[in-house]
T-cell receptor, first 114, second 113 residues
Framework: DAGVIQSPRHEVTEMGQEVTLRCKPI?????LFWYRQTMMRGLELLIY????????DSGMPEDRFSAKMPNASFSTLKIQPSEPRDSAVYFC???FGQGPSPLHFGNGTRLTVT | LAKTTQPISMDSYEGQEVNITCSHN???????ITWYQQFPSQGPRFIIQ???TKVTNEVASLFIPADRKSSTLSLPRVSLSDTAVYYC??????????????FGTGTRLQVFP
C-alpha cells in the first residue's frame, strides 16, 4: 500500500484566498484524522471521521475551517478565507478500527499564507 | 484527560542505548500506550505499542511498570538516523476519545557521531 497520500505537499497562497487540502487514506481504514502542526502549538487534532462521518470537530479552530469525507477514499480540509496564522503543516492520518490501532500519517501539506 | 509528560530533549552518541520515559499518571484501565517517531518534513510514524510489562519489536522495546503510570521507550544502539522527535500517546482500547488523541510536546532526540 502507498500509505496515506496528501496533496499538495506545499501550498503558498495570499490572505483571503480559499485553500483546499486533500487526503487519500489507506484502503480499508475506517478512521481518518486531520492534524495541524506548528512550532508554537505542536500537533493539534482538528477533526476525525469514522466511516466517512465526522465524529468530533471540536478542534477545528474557526468556522473558516471545514472538512468533508465524501467517500472512504477521499477527504478534504478547506480554509476559507485563509489568514497568515493558518500557516502550518497539515497532516492527515488514518487507522483501522478503534482504540489502540496505530495512526498512519501522510507526509503533510505545508501551508504558507502571506 | 490522560495527559502525558516527557523530557523536552535528550542527547546521545551513536551506539548508545537511549531510554525515553513518559509519565501518564491518569492512565485509565482501557488505555494503551503508543510511541511515534517524527522526522523533519514527515508525519509521525508508529514505533511500538503496549498495555503492560514489556513489548519488543525490531526497532525498540517498551517497558511498562505494574502501575502503568509511566512507560519507557528503549532504543538500542542508536545511530544518527534515530535523530527525531518521539511522542508517547495514551489511547483507549474500546473507542477513540478526542482527549486520547492528543500529542504532547514530544522528546527531541539528538544523536551525535
Amino acid at each position: 500500500d502507498a500509505g496515506v497520500i496528501q496533496s499538495p505537499r506545499h501550498e503558498v497562497t495570499e490572505m483571503g484566498q480559499e485553500v483546499t487540502l486533500r487526503c487519500k487514506p489507506i484502503s480499508g481504514h475506517d478512521y481518518l484524522f486531520w492534524y495541524r502542526q506548528t512550532m508554537m502549538r505542536g500537533l493539534e487534532l482538528l477533526i476525525y471521521f469514522n466511516n466517512n462521518v465526522p465524529i468530533d470537530d471540536s478542534g477545528m479552530p474557526e468556522d473558516r475551517f471545514s472538512a468533508k469525507m465524501p467517500n472512504a477514499s477521499f477527504s478534504t480540509l478547506k480554509i476559507q478565507p485563509s489568514e497568515p496564522r493558518d500557516s502550518a503543516v497539515y497532516f492527515c492520518a488514518s487507522s483501522f478500527g478503534q482504540g489502540p490501532s496505530p495512526l498512519h500519517f501522510g507526509n503533510g501539506t505545508r501551508l504558507t499564507v502571506t | 484527560l490522560a495527559k502525558t509528560t516527557q523530557p523536552i530533549s535528550m542527547d546521545s552518541y551513536e551506539g548508545q542505548e537511549v531510554n525515553i520515559t513518559c509519565s501518564h499518571n491518569n492512565i485509565a484501565t482501557n488505555d494503551y500506550i503508543t510511541w511515534y517517531q517524527q522526522f523533519p518534513s514527515q508525519g509521525p510514524r508508529f514505533i511500538i505499542q503496549g498495555y503492560k510489562t514489556k513489548v519488543t519489536n525490531e526497532v525498540a522495546s517498551l517497558f511498562i511498570p505494574a502501575d502503568r503510570k509511566s512507560s519507557t521507550l528503549s532504543l538500542p544502539r542508536v545511530s544518527l538516523s534515530d535523530t527525531a522527535v518521539y511522542y508517547c500517546l495514551v489511547g483507549d482500547m474500546s473507542a477513540y476519545n478526542t482527549d486520547k488523541l492528543i500529542f504532547g510536546t514530544g522528546t527531541r532526540l539528538q544523536v551525535f557521531p
